[in-house]
């Protein structure tokens, strides 16, 4: 059977839940109809909700419609739980967004719609409440295609030409169509669909089941079954628990089959699945299996998280809804906040967005909350579950910072034995895009794993500004630079070293405070526009009147979280109850006030002592603090920001692009080597020198009368080190490694056509499970991957080492340690940037001696004529001679 996961989304008493009971009615999955105000809805299955009579928690019920089974996952419409409705967004495949026909698209209708949007999910409308008096569907048209899509498009009527003509605008294939056979198949429709070029709106009565069964079979018609691949794949959204207190975790599959007893990881735990469970409702049936596109429960797993993807599926990015509140979470008396948070942790594994934390300095829990309905409902739940009864404060704004300007933040961390230093560039970032984390550093400078591991403690951690402590955001941070210990570091230094150097960047930059901003809409009477555009100017917002529909007049703009937040009784007031306001969250803007409320928080970043923002070195055996202001005095790595000024400055030439790849010299690699290997030999033996191309080509030859011995040169190349080194290499490993391997090849084959030596170029195969050594010719090169469990590295060293006294062997690397041991083993050392010189010095030679040697000629037109050709023409010449 044909499977589909549907989403159905609204603006709270829209008329969502009656949809629900409506379509599963119409289905035979129910035989009678539930009413939320009857407290029987199929759907309403807490009693808080039934209480309530609206949706807290999202949930899914399961029926058929011909040969399609469908999973409906009915999500909460009140915003203070906008962010379980996000969540469900993820493993959706169709949404439906209920709109009521008596108020037509209202705010946060904008805000569901905005969000399939990012989500890119295919959407369903119905317009509900049509019976209601003074309902249009003309007006309500135009509105859906003004304010949400052009693509809103009526299928009341379908196989018109009216119905066509309007298909026909939304995408240049079907326009084609139907000017060619003045129709436009249904397949078509249902690509237009799915990529979201057409939204199919209905309109009906779903408490008087008018238009549902319509609605139902455009469904049906129009959706396209999606395919899945054989390998495993799930999309964790949702934590919850049963009566018994069983922890759930749902999940959609997204490939393959799960079965009981399976083992799931995400790379981090791994555990077992004790039983599956297809909830319908409230009731569930335990399966052995489950198959792609199933929405299912599992219980044994007590790590998993919602957003995580399992197998091929990758984890969802960061929520775009957040709570903007945070309250302190006031226990009773003789309750213990160390009891009591383990406790409060499980609630926070159900909604994430929670944040329940624990402030040592105030002493007190906090959370994060979307609002006051939210709070009633985490009160209720607490009781329920725990017996404790707790309040909450009056509640204080989530501000945040940002930065205005690039700095290069530094971090070190080298207590004895201990050993990191870590360079970050931050830079400010677009308004909404949050955090990004990248590295642009070479491998050379930094392995690949110190990297990762630097990458993941800077996304572990929720990072504080340094003026409210507040957290940070609209930030771009890269990795640029760091240092590590071949002995001494560990990966806690790197840890430590990265927590630093973000602070000390922060320090060291001009922050900006943040405060959260709503945008609006406010619907009041045309008398009392004046007052409301006065409030909002006040509250340092801007608006503007966007309509007026007889005696009532809308306005709409953004303005302060913080002046907003009881602006809705006030509105109720002045206006007796003719006025609604509606808000959503538009982002965070500079702050209006930004010197008062700092002063407020009194916030020290420089006493914050989980938060240090100076670095810890080493001298004489002990370690000491610097100040974040004097850590660029004392670091060990070079300033990247500097660096790359002093490149800017210098003239063109083959160094320009190549920056300093090694912290040791070769002069420093011959005295370690000296004074450790050599120590109690006598004088040591001149080392072998690498000659440049100059020296090589025009170095003198000496008559000697015996026959010198012929020794094979060998060059070895680091494969993966040189790509990474190389700026027009390293640029394509992203997108297209293959691609920058390929190109490796063919520029030392070519420089083999010109050195004439033996080349051989190793990369890495060691974590390619059973394999064997592999050894490919390309042209006049040869090409070696490891076996498993052997690096390129490794390889290398024993090549040099076996075969250094039979052959002249040069190796190309810029790995530091490697070095060392290239140079302990008596063969000649090329760095990535000294081999691209070479290359193209060996080049540029070849090229002029191509041009000084090649002859000078000159064609004449005689030259390319026939015998016969050529008389003709001396007899013309003889014939006007004559003359």
């Known amino acids: 059977m044909e499977k589909i996961v549907l989403g159905i989304l609204a603006h709270v008493d829209a008329g969502k839940t009656t949809l629900s009971e409506s379509l599963l009615f119409l289905s035979g999955k129910i035989g009678r109809l539930g009413r939320v105000d009857n407290k029987d809805a199929y759907l309403d299955t807490y009693e808080l909700e039934r209480a309530r009579g609206i949706t807290i928690f999202s949930k899914q019920a399961i029926f058929e419609i011909g040969e399609t089974q469908i999973t409906l996952l009915d999500t909460p419409g009140h915003v203070d739980f906008s962010a379980d409705m996000e969540r469900t967004l993820q493993v959706l495949d169709y949404a439906i967004l209920v709109i009521s026909g008596a108020d037509g698209v209202q705010g946060h209708t904008k805000t569901l719609w905005r969000l399939l949007h990012t989500y890119q999910i295919p959407v369903f409308l119905f317009v509900n409440k049509m019976d209601r008096k ?45 000017l060619e056979t003045g129709d436009i198949e249904t397949s078509q429709i249902k690509r237009a669909v799915a990529e979201r070029k057409v939204f199919p709106c209905f309109f009906g009565s779903a408490l008087k089941l008018e238009g549902v069964e319509a609605f139902m079979q455009g469904i049906v018609n129009y959706v396209m079954i999606p395919s899945y691949p054989a390998e495993f794949g799930a999309k964790l959204f949702k934590i919850a628990r049963d009566e018994q207190g069983n922890r759930l975790t749902y999940m959609k599959l997204t490939g393959g089959r799960l079965k009981v007893k399976d083992v799931l990881t995400d790379g981090i735990w791994k555990e077992k699945v004790n039983q599956i469970r297809i909830y319908s409702g409230q009731k569930f049936e335990a399966v ?15 790590q998993s998280r919602p957003g995580e993807g399992l197998g091929i599926e990758e ?83 989530v501000y945040k ?56 403690h800077l996304e572990e951690k929720a990072h504080k500004g340094v003026l409210t402590g507040s957290g940070i955001t609209d930030m771009k941070i890269t990795l640029v630079s760091g240092r590590a210990h071949n002995k001494h570091t560990e990966g806690g230094d790197f840890r430590e070293a990265t927590y630093r150097a973000v602070r000390q960047g922060l320090k060291e930059a001009e922050s900006i405070l943040l405060e959260p901003y709503y945008a609006f809409e406010l619907e009041l009477p045309v008398q009392m526009v004046g007052r409301a555009m006065t409030d909002l100017e006040k509250m340092h917002g801007t608006c503007e009147l966007s309509q007026i529909n007889g005696v009532l007049a809308v306005l709409v703009g953004s303005a302060p979280v913080v002046a907003m937040r009881n602006y809705q009784q006030e509105v109720v007031a002045y206006t007796k109850g003719l006025g609604r306001l509606f808000s959503s969250l538009k982002g965070y803007e500079p702050c209006q006030n930004a010197e008062e409320v700092i002063e407020k928080f009194s916030y020290d970043s420089e006493r914050d002592l989980e938060n240090p923002t100076g670095s810890v070195f080493c001298a004489h055996g002990a370690g000491f603090l610097v100040a974040w202001d004097a850590v660029k005095d004392y670091m060990q790595v070079e300033s990247y920001l500097q660096k790359k000024d002093d490149l800017s400055e210098e003239t063109a030439s083959n160094l320009a692009s190549y920056t300093a790849e090694r912290w040791i010299s070769l002069a420093e690699i011959d005295q370690i080597i000296n004074n450790t290997f050599y120590a109690n030999q006598g004088k040591k033996s001149g080392w072998k020198s690498r000659k440049t191309v100059h020296e090589r080509v025009y170095e003198p030859v000496s008559n000697v009368s015996r026959e010198q011995e012929i020794i094979v040169e060998y060059l070895l190349v680091d494969g993966y080190n040189i790509i990474h080194a190389w700026p027009e290499l390293n640029e394509l490993v992203d997108d297209n490694m293959e691609g920058a391997r390929m190109k490796l090849l063919d520029t030392l084959s070519n420089y083999q056509g010109i050195r004439e030596c033996q080349i051989i170029i190793v990369f890495d195969a060691y974590r390619v499970q059973g394999h064997f050594e592999e050894v490919i010719n390309y042209h006049n090169v040869q090409m070696v991957y490891t076996r498993e469990a052997q690096t390129a590295d490794q390889y290398i060293e024993k090549f040099a080492h076996d075969h250094q006294k039979h052959y002249n062997i040069t190796v190309a690397t810029s790995d530091g340690l490697q070095q060392l041991i290239i140079r302990g083993a008596g063969c000649a050392l090329l760095s990535a940037r000294e081999l691209k010189v070479e290359i193209d010095g060996a080049n540029e030679k070849m090229k002029r001696k191509y ?33």
Not at 288 to 302: I, K, R, W
Not at 324 to 344: A, H, Q, R, S
Not at 355 to 372: C, F, P, S, T, Y
């Open 134 to 178: 003074g309902t249009d569907k003309d007006t309500l048209m135009k509105a859906l295609k003004k304010q949400l899509d052009d693509g809103c498009i009526e299928f009341g009527d379908v196989e018109t030409d009216d119905f066509y003509d309007q298909l026909a605008m939304c995408e240049e294939i079907m326009l084609e169509t139907f």
């Open 288 to 302: 052995n299996e489950a198959e792609a596109g199933s929405v299912c429960a599992v219980t044994g797993l007590s």
């Open 315 to 397: 984890a969802s990015d960061t929520p775009i809804l957040e709570p903007i509140l945070f309250y302190e979470i006031i226990l009773p008396e003789g309750c213990d906040p160390k009891v009591m948070l383990p406790k409060l942790r499980q609630i926070e594994e159900e909604a994430p967005e929670l944040h329940i934390v624990w402030d040592q300095q105030l002493q007190e829990i906090q959370a994060r909350i979307m609002g006051e309905v939210q709070i009633e409902i985490l009160q209720s739940l607490i009781q329920s579950r725990f017996g404790v009864e707790v309040t909450f404060d009056a509640g204080r704004i």
């Open 401 to 456: 910072e940002t930065i205005a300007n690039v700095v290069e933040g530094v971090g070190h961390f080298e207590p004895l034995r201990h050993y990191a230093e870590v360079h970050l560039l931050l830079e400010p970032g677009e308004p909404g895009s949050g955090l990004q984390f990248g590295a642009e550093c070479s491998e050379d400078v930094l392995g690949k794993s110190w990297q990762k591991l630097i990458l993941s």
């Open 851 to 883: 041009q000084e040697t090649k002859e000078i000629e000159r064609n004449y037109l005689a030259d390319a004529l026939s015998p016969d050709a050529k008389q003709q023409v001396k007899d013309i010449v003889n014939k006007v001679n004559d003359r």
